[in-house]
Every structure is written in structure tokens, then in C-alpha cells.
């Protein structure tokens, strides 16, 4: 069988690479006024010319700048939405857990004071930059995707003060800020692009359904809201335009913030979602097993398969890694499938605890099997 021609592809990753010592550093300098802006960014610049060789050398058919200009993930993307704003009187606490014990990523919080808009293309000149440095590679792009808003609020988008009075004008307003987005984004020269969508996957667990539930929210249900919310956003995209989703249980630090598999959201996402390919994490127990795979029809949409932990450096066996795919075939044909690692390396700054070379092995490694596997 020959290798896939469109994203999502057999060899792929989730997008957020480790920061390389002297990009750290000029942040550090740039945060304490000892660097300028475009210092920074000429740092920025340099490290990520350097990342997408290594993803070109290492065979990965598409190639992301790493998050190289983001702190993180999806907080960079959220602010930048009209009517959103951070509140510096208030934080979210978020409780990651990892082998060794117990640790808190804080972050401010979300605030809606206006209605939800679009002004600037978010990440615009980030794309730019990246589609002018790849020479063999896709250009991907990955945002945060509309659920993340609403999860990140920690309540729901209706109360005092706020500029909605009907929660169906904030699901509305959210899906059509998206669609103008991506269609900006298409038009700066965007073919794949990837929602990252942690939420989908917390809500598999009854702790974090819980947590939602006690806000005065329809927990067991708010999934079919993110899917057709999402859905919306996607409508009329140009049939050239690849769209993912990535969906996992946090990734802070080597750490992890919810447990569970899919099944909760499982026939609504795999059966409803209507997007390209689906990059789930399955690098251990945690992640549950395959059986919620098979809600996905039968046809062009992928599972990438995330079994490449990118939460240690210790490297998977490949043989290991084809006895897995061979048993998600129970649910979901071998055309359907593809491999990457679990999740980025780097969802924010910090970084997972592994080192540059691991992270280079661990994407060779999935290149390898993908070839073993599906045939160059």
C-alpha cells in the first residue's frame, strides 16, 4: 500500500516541538527588557528554520514552526479573539498529575466582555513565515479549537455582566469568529490545518464532567454543543482545505490532568465530526482502548494513532508499536489508520521532560513504523 498523499498523513505529529535553549533564553532576556521585539523574533525565526529541517531530515511529510512564538497552546490564539480579554485579578488553577505526584499549571483567566469577534487573522504571519521555510513538507497550522473557549471560561458564557443573554447568540457568535478565521487562513495559504481540542477528551472523564456539572452545566451532553458548535465553524470550507483535531488529557510538563477513554463522546465525535482525521492519544492505559473507534464510518477520515509517548524519552519498540495498530484494525480498517506520537512536546514553554535528541528518535520512529507498516 502506498504512502497517503493528503494529511493527515501515516508518518505525522501533533505540532509543538521542544524550544531550543538560546529561543528560551531570548525570551527571558526579551521579558526582562534586555531584548527587543524584533530580536525576539529574529530569534524565533532562526530556531524555527532549524525545526522544520529536522522535521524534513527526519521524513515527516508535514511540518509545523514547533509553537516556537506561543507560550502556550491555545491561550496565545483565545486572546486574541475579539471580546475575550485575561483577568489579572483572577487565575485558573489547573491540577496535573504525573508517576511522581501532583503539580498546577495557573493561568489567568478568561473574561467575555464583548461579543465575540474576529478583527486579525490569528497566527497569520506565523503561517507566513513557516510556508516560506519548508521545502519538502506540508505547512501545518494548529489552533485551539472553538470548545476551548468555552472550557477555559470555567462557566458558562451566560450571566451578570456578561454581553449574551441567550447562550445560543455566544454559540453562534464563537462558530462564526472560526469560520471567518479559517477562511482568512485559507486565504493566507493554509491547506492543513488542525483544531486541537482538549475538552472533547476531558469530558471523558467523571471527574472533569463532575466539575462542569457543579458550574450548573449540562455536562453529559456539552460534547454534541463543541462537535456541532465545530461543525459550523467547518461549513462550505474549500474542499482542498484538510482539517484534524487532536484530542488528549493534558499535557503540562510530562503531566496529565484527566484519565478515561473515549467512549463517552465517542459516537457523536468519531460518527459526527466533520473533519479529515483524528489524532488520539493512546500511549498507555489512561487513554482507554479501541473499541471507541468504531463509531467512525467507513471511508476517507484517519485515526492517527498517538502511541508514541512524548511524555518520557524512553523509546518504543516498533514491534510493540505494530502489534497495537494491528489490534486497532479490529475497529477501524488499515487505510484508515495513521501514527504519531500521543501529543506535542512541548504544549507550553516549559516543555516535556525529555531531551532534544529523544524527541528526534521518537519521530524517527514513527516514520520507520509508518513505512514498515503502510509501505513507503
Known amino acids: 500500500m502506498s504512502a497517503r498523499d493528503l494529511a493527515p498523513f501515516r508518518a505525522d505529529h501533533v505540532g509543538s516541538l521542544l524550544r531550543p535553549p538560546a529561543l528560551l533564553e531570548a525570551r527571558s532576556a526579551h521579558a526582562e527588557g534586555r531584548l527587543d521585539a524584533d530580536g525576539l523574533r529574529a530569534a524565533e525565526d532562526e530556531a524555527i528554520r532549524d525545526v522544520v529541517a529536522m522535521q524534513e531530515s527526519v ?17 496565545d490564539f483565545l486572546y486574541q479573539l475579539d471580546g475575550v480579554s485575561s483577568s489579572k485579578d483572577s487565575s485558573v488553577e489547573v491540577a496535573f498529575r504525573n508517576a511522581s505526584g501532583d503539580l498546577t499549571f495557573a493561568a489567568m483567566s478568561l473574561v467575555i466582555d464583548q461579543r465575540i469577534g474576529l478583527s486579525t487573522t490569528i497566527f497569520g504571519d506565523a503561517f507566513s513565515m513557516l510556508a516560506s521555510t519548508v521545502t519538502s513538507a ?29 447562550p445560543d447568540e455566544f454559540w453562534a457568535d464563537l462558530a462564526a ?103 488520539c492519544e493512546y500511549d498507555d492505559a489512561r487513554s482507554g482502548d479501541f473499541s471507541p473507534l468504531r463509531y467512525l464510518p467507513r471511508g476517507d477520515q484517519q485515526v492517527v494513532l498517538g502511541l508514541v509517548t512524548t511524555k518520557s524519552g524512553e523509546l518504543e519498540e516498533p514491534d510493540t508499536l505494530k502489534r497495537r495498530i494491528e489490534e486497532a484494525t479490529k475497529y477501524v480498517p488499515l487505510e484508515q489508520l495513521c501514527l504519531s506520537p500521543q501529543c506535542g512536546f512541548s504544549s507550553t514553554v516549559e516543555g516535556n521532560t525529555l531531551s532534544y535528541e529523544q524527541e528526534v528518535a521518537k519521530l524517527e520512529l514513527v516514520v520507520s513504523v509508518a513505512q514498515d507498516v503502510w509501505g513507503h
Not at 469530558?203 to 449540562?218: F, H, I, K, W, Y
Not at 467512549?263 to 460518527?271: I, L, N, Q
Open 59 to 75: 521524513g515527516l511529510q508535514a511540518a509545523t514552526d514547533g509553537e516556537f512564538r506561543r507560550s502556550s497552546w491555545h491561550m
Open 138 to 166: 506540508v505547512p501545518k497550522l494548529t489552533i485551539p479549537s472553538p470548545s476551548m473557549l468555552h472550557y477555559r471560561l470555567g462557566g458558562a458564557p451566560v450571566h451578570e455582566g456578561s454581553p449574551y443573554s441567550d
Open 177 to 279: 469568529a472560526y469560520k471567518a478565521e479559517i477562511a482568512r487562513l485559507y486565504e493566507a495559504g493554509v491547506r492543513y490545518l488542525q483544531l486541537d481540542d482538549t475538552s472533547l477528551a476531558y469530558l471523558n472523564d467523571p471527574a472533569q464532567r463532575e466539575s462542569m456539572a457543579a458550574r450548573g452545566e449540562d455536562a453529559d451532553h456539552m460534547h454534541e454543543r463543541y462537535v456541532d458548535t465545530i461543525n459550523l465553524a467547518l461549513a462550505d470550507r474549500p474542499s482542498d482545505l484538510r482539517i484534524t483535531t487532536h484530542m488528549c488529557r493534558g499535557n503540562y510538563r510530562s503531566s496529565w490532568a484527566a484519565e478515561g477513554g473515549y467512549d463517552h463522546v465517542a459516537e457523536k465525535v468519531f460518527g459526527g465530526l466533520q473533519i479529515d482525521g483524528f489524532f
